[in-house]
């Protein structure tokens, strides 16, 4: 009889996925500030919180994809149901547990570091200084959109199978080079939400306004993404070879999908 996760525990999961997500990527950059002290922010500096953001996603995916699909991005979530990966009565509890994930991840931040996280931004999306509302909406889709697109290439049960996590991971860390400068690179409504919401406890300034333009452009980036990479990649069954047919037709392998 073959063994199923049940929902509550694919819930727990994206909880302490999203959480160990926010720790240790938005960690970063507090940390990376903090060490740096006065000193000007460097393209190296840049690489360092994109390699933290990369390395925890891909330990996250072989970690607990195979419990919940280790989704940890609510957009990405909606992104599945969209196109018929997962089924719409378990979106509500996926986004739930990634919001209550990256609250409980952005907490550690200040546990570990204390209240000079807070002092130095803790890591929180926003715009920065001279970009505008256009400039920050297609920074975030676009950068979402490459996430995304990735994700649903590995999941495709067509793909190279093993390397899901490192090809996810790496596209986090390509899209947050060229996207953070403009926004701080959060591809991931749940990632933009809980910093701000522990940030704005902790006694630090959020520019609350700018969230609705973060969120409809990540999941815009997302679902544009999965409904791409669905009409691009969609089969259709091969025709029946004719009796004089000289050559063996190849059948055309069914699109399906698999967790990450």
């Given at each position: ?15 302490f ?13 507090p ?39 280790c989704?940890?991005n609510?957009?990405?979530?909606l992104a599945?149901?969209?196109t ?7 979106v509500p ?8 994930g ?14 000079k996280?807070s ?14 509302v ?17 994700v ?18 790496m596209?986090?860390f390509a899209?947050?080079?060229p ?16 910093p ?39 089969t259709?069954?091969?025709?029946a070879a ?19």
């Open positions: 009889m073959p063994e199923e996760t049940s929902y509550p525990q694919k819930l727990l999961a994206e909880v996925g999203t959480a160990m997500l926010v720790f240790v990527g938005v960690g970063s950059v940390a990376t500030l903090i060490v740096g002290g006065d000193a000007p922010f460097t393209m190296a500096q840049l690489g360092i919180i994109s390699f933290a953001f990369a390395m925890v996603v891909v330990a996250m995916i072989y970690a607990i994809g195979h419990i919940s699909g989704q940890i609510p957009a990405i979530t599945l149901a969209l018929g990966r997962m089924p719409w009565r378990d509890g996926y986004i739930a547990a990634q919001v209550v990256a609250i409980a991840g952005a907490g550690a931040i200040i546990a570990v570091l204390g209240g996280a002092d130095v931004g803790l890591g929180v999306a926003k715009y920065s200084q001279g970009v505008g256009g400039q920050a909406f297609a920074a975030e889709a676009i950068g979402t959109f490459i996430l995304a697109f990735v649903f290439g590995v999941i495709d049960r067509r793909a190279s199978t093993g390397f899901a996590g490192l090809a996810i991971g596209a986090v899209a947050i080079i996207v953070a400068p403009a926004t701080g690179a959060s591809i991931n409504p749940a990632r933009t939400v809980g701000m919401l522990v940030q704005q406890i902790a006694g630090g300034t959020v520019e609350w306004s700018q969230l609705p333009v973060y969120l409809l452009a990540e999941f815009a980036g997302a679902a544009v993404a999965g409904l791409a990479y669905a009409a691009i990649a969609a259709r069954p091969a025709r004719s009796p004089a047919a000289t050559r063996t037709p190849v059948p055309a392998t069914a699109e399906g999908g698999r967790s990450l």
